[in-house]
Every structure is written in C-alpha cells, then in structure tokens.
C-alpha cells in the first residue's frame, strides 16, 4: 500500500493502522487533542518517508509505531507537537468539538497491554520480542527454540488477533 | 458526529491527491560522493604510574557529513532500524522556513542494502547555554549499540573546542561547508557493543533507557580546556506565531511581505513579536514569516528569514546555498537529500534588506527566482 501512488491506498494504509497509533500514544501523553494531532503528524510523515519502508525489516505497523514513538519523544523534548510534515503535506489542522473529543479520548484508552494479554501466551511472548524488545525473527527463534518461520506465523497471527481484538474494544 | 478519525483520513487523502497532480519539480539528481570514514586516530596512551594500570583515550577528527560507515560488525543480530555496516552515509541541513521557529532541518540518509533515513525539523541553533545542534537518535534495546554499529553526529557551536565522548574518546568538531557560519559538525562512529551515549540536549528521563544501562556521557569543552556547563532547562527559543488560512485574513504580525496581485496568499505562519535571540552562539537565522502562495497554479512557499541574534542587522549567509549564474543577488540550493524517497531540497533566496526573501517549491528554479525577485519585505519590526 505504500508503495502505491494512489492515494486511495494510502488511505486505506492509514485505517488500518490508525488503531494500532492511537493505542500506542494514548496511554504515552496527556489530553486527547495532543493524540489527534501527534497521529496526524504520524501519517503525515509516514507518507513523507513512505520509500524508506522496506518490509524485510519487519511489518508496517512496527514502522508506523517507530515513527509515532520519535515524534512523541521530539514533541516532548520541544514542549509541542511536531507538526512540520502535516503542514508540508497541506494538511491544515482538523478543529474537533467536545463530543469528538470524547471519542478520541475513548479510542485512546484501548490498552494494548490488556490486548496482548488476551493473546494465546506464544503469540503475544513473539509480538513482545519483535516489536518491543526489537528482537530479529532468527534471535527469537533462536530464545524460543522454534524455527523463524514458526515465530513469524506466531507474530503474524498475533498482530490479526490484536488487531481485531482492538476493533471489538468499546 | 462525523468521526475525527475518519476526517483526518479524508484530509490526509485529499492532500496525498493534490501532492500527486502538482507539475513535478525540475529536479537535478546529485549522486552522492562516497568518501571513507575518514578519522585520523592519535592514540594517547599515558600511563599514570606503574600501578595505577593504563587509560587510553582515542582523539580523532569529526568524521565528514558524507562518507561510509565502517564496515565493522559486530557480533549478534542487527537491530531492525540500525546499521548493517558499509553503508554510505550523508547528513544534510537547511534553514527551517516556518514563521517563529529559528532552527534548522537536519536529516541524515543511508544508501545500502537496507537504505534508510531520518530527519527532524527545528533543532534549535547552539547558543552559550546549549552549545549543541541536536542530531537523530536510534533507541537500542537494552541500551547497548548492535550489530553495524552507530553514526552519531550533532553540530557544536563556536565555543567548543572539542568534545568528549565518554571516558575514552575526544572528537574535534570538523568546519564544512554548508553550516551555519561558526558552527562545526561532530559526527563519529560508535561500534557495536558501545553504550548509547546520553546527549545533554536531551534529558535524561527521556531516553527511555533501560534500567541501569549504561551510556557514555557527551561533554563539550571550551576553547580554555574546560568543559562547558550547559543548561537543561534552558527555554527553547520560539517566537509566538499565528497560523492562519483563507478565508481567515493573514494577522498583522511583526513582518509582511509584499507581493504582486498574481500571487494568491492561502495561508502561512507569521511571528506576532520579533525579539532578538540573545543566547545564539553562532550565524542563526529565525523566520519572522512564512507564506503558501498559489501562482498561476502551483504553490510555492516564501519565507522572511532574519538574523536571529539582531534582527535589524544584516542576516547571515543563507547556509548550503550558492549564487546563480547570471543573477546577481540570487543564491541557490538544490539536492536530493539520498535514498530513493525523492525528497528535494530546492530553495532560492534574495537579500531584501535586512532580510532573506527564501522561496521553495514552485515549478522550478525559473520559477523560484521570479518569485524572490517579485517578493519584497513590506515590513520587519522588532518588539522591545
């Protein structure tokens, strides 16, 4: 999808992963205006670079997810949001109200930890190693004593059993 | 209720698709000369006496902004966003154009394999307080370098000397051209199995280092020989700026700019107030304004771009840019910034008094010295 040059795709590339960013930063910053435009800034930048995704070095969510965790440690470190790539892109900020607020808020509050928690244990151990501990598949497999491709079908069927179990939340 | 999430999706989409029928850029690919890590190593050994053992410290020269990355790895696996080792490296800057900020684009690309690249915009200049230029950061999972190794790298101001990396390590800052005047650039090679280093610009409980790991401490020493105090808390320079877009009128800010009718104002950042910078160490520029124009359909970015430290005074050189043939007053800089993303770096300025009139994006150079020709700076005002 990131390869594509239909911006339809990269639409499509944003919902699917827009839950997984979500979740990430909300438990990580303060005020649901914050998460709405630290995700903004996060796609926006996401297309900037979308030619230095390369999936042999691990899926996109996890790419996505690094760039979420840099804007939010920049955005820390420089008392605001970043916000260079959305306005680059043209993309003005979107104002929300009260009860959009609200629903950012609820959507925010998806706990991926309670997610992964859910998780058969083998899944969710794999999803850990590659994606929090940054483990490559060949040194899971070798801490698991299991060949790579088994930890990659554990990692693969996590993230669809994550992500529809984020879906589900309220 | 529409769902904001949904709205941010059409935006994003809607962007993405007036991005993809712009006219395409003239661009001129520069290849990337590769050079070898070029660091002269003077090894100092001293041995203190007989019994207090041997402290060897390495001294060697910043590494240049372009160049290859030792081919050294190390043992385990590499990390998913590291190095591999071999690859050929080059660290680009630019002024930051938006209305406010004084700061500095900085990106750094790696041509391999496994290409890969990273910027951040708006690291504010060295002043006395911080005399660093913030670099990129990679987090490593238990705090320790992997396989391939890292390429650090961050700008020091003029009063630094050298700057110690560690207890076993000096690197003397290294002029180059296209930084800003008076500040040097600190780029060295750290091997796997190093400790991340703990870079002062960014604190501490940030890093989100591991418990107990241990890093290698950056301290910059004076021109005197002794090291620096910097300030943690020193406050970030920005100045209060408006966003606006039409139908919003742009606000009467500190500058304007003046422009033909032909060229339709949609929206930009203007500095309410315009005080000097105090505490900037070296040449620092700060945007008074920044400006998206349409013009006869396409779009192009100016900016007013000042001298940080003194407004009315003469802004310094417009860092990385060269004059244009044939058009006097006119400087210029184009490059790809590497990796296959084709991310342009294309801006043109023009002194108009005490300003730089800096123009990006457009149809082409043709394009960008019409407008800094047809742009004049209406108004600076300095508050105070």
């Not at chain 2, 989100?208 to 418990?211: I, M």
């Given at each position: 999808m990131l390869g594509s040059r239909d911006p339809d795709d990269f639409g499509r590339f944003y919902e699917r992963h827009v839950g997984a960013v979500v979740s990430y930063l909300g438990p990580r910053v303060r005020g649901a205006e914050v998460v709405f435009d630290l995700t903004a800034e996060t796609f926006a930048r996401a297309f900037e670079h979308r030619g230095q995704f390369d999936p042999a070095r691990g899926p996109a969510v996890a790419w996505v997810l690094v760039i979420a965790r840099n804007l939010l440690i920049d955005s820390v470190r420089r008392a605001r949001v970043v916000d260079e790539s959305r306005r680059r892109l043209g993309v003005a900020p979107i104002a929300v109200d009260d009860a959009q607020l609200e629903l950012i808020e609820t959507r925010s509050q998806v706990d991926l930890r309670a997610v992964l928690a859910g998780l058969p244990a083998e899944q969710s151990e794999a999803i850990i190693r590659r994606f929090v501990l940054q483990e490559s598949y060949p040194e899971i497999a070798a801490r698991l004593s299991c060949s790579e491709q088994v930890v990659r079908k554990r990692v693969s069927r996590g993230l669809a059993n994550a992500r529809q179990a984020v879906e589900e939340q309220p | 209720m529409i769902d904001p999430f949904d709205e941010l999706r059409d935006h994003l989409v809607l962007a993405i698709t007036h991005l993809e029928r712009r006219p395409a850029r003239t661009s001129r690919w520069m290849r990337i000369r590769s050079h070898p890590l070029a660091v002269t190593l003077i090894a100092l050994v001293f041995a203190a006496t007989a019994t207090a053992g041997v402290i060897s410290i390495t001294a060697e020269r910043s590494a240049p902004l372009a160049g290859q990355v030792p081919r050294q790895a190390g043992p385990g696996l590499p990390h998913a966003w590291g190095l591999d080792g071999g690859e050929h490296y080059r660290i680009t800057l630019w002024p930051v154009l938006q209305g406010g900020v004084s700061g500095v684009c900085m990106m750094i690309t790696f041509e391999g394999p496994n290409g890969m690249g990273s910027g951040t915009c708006g690291a504010p200049y060295p002043t006395h307080s911080m005399p660093y230029l913030a670099g990129g950061r990679i987090a490593y999972p238990n705090g320790t370098i992997s396989k391939g190794g890292a390429l650090e790298y961050f700008l020091t101001g003029p009063s630094v000397a050298s700057v110690r990396i560690g207890a076993h390590l000096i690197v003397t800052p290294r002029s180059e051209p296209g930084l800003p005047a008076g500040d040097h650039a600190v780029v060295f090679y750290l091997p796997a199995g190093s400790p991340e280093i703990d870079p002062p610009w960014f604190p501490a409980q940030q890093l989100?280092?591991?418990?107990g790991a241990k890093t290698l401490s950056v301290v910059a020493v004076g021109r005197n020989g002794a090291p620096i105090t910097v300030d943690q808390g020193a406050r970030q320079f920005r100045l209060p700026a408006r966003f606006w877009e039409r139908p919003e009128k742009p606000p009467s800010g500190a500058c304007a700019l003046a422009a033909p009718p032909s060229y339709y104002a949609y929206r930009g950042t203007t500095a309410i107030r315009l005080e000097p910078e105090s505490d900037v160490e070296g040449a620092a520029l700060t945007s008074c304004l920044s400006v998206d124009y349409n013009v006869a359909g396409t779009t192009l970015t100016a900016a007013a771009l000042v001298n940080a430290r003194s407004p009315t005074s003469a802004p310094p050189a417009l860092f990385g840019a060269s004059p244009v043939a044939g058009q006097p007053g006119v400087v210029n800089r184009e490059e790809d910034a590497g990796l296959k993303s084709g991310r342009l770096i294309a801006f043109t300025g023009r002194r108009d008094g005490n300003a730089w009139i800096v123009v990006e994006g457009g149809s082409g150079l043709a394009e960008r010295i019409a407008a800094v020709r047809a742009l004049h700076v209406a108004r600076i005002r300095v508050s105070g």
């Open positions: - | 989100s280092l591991p418990h």
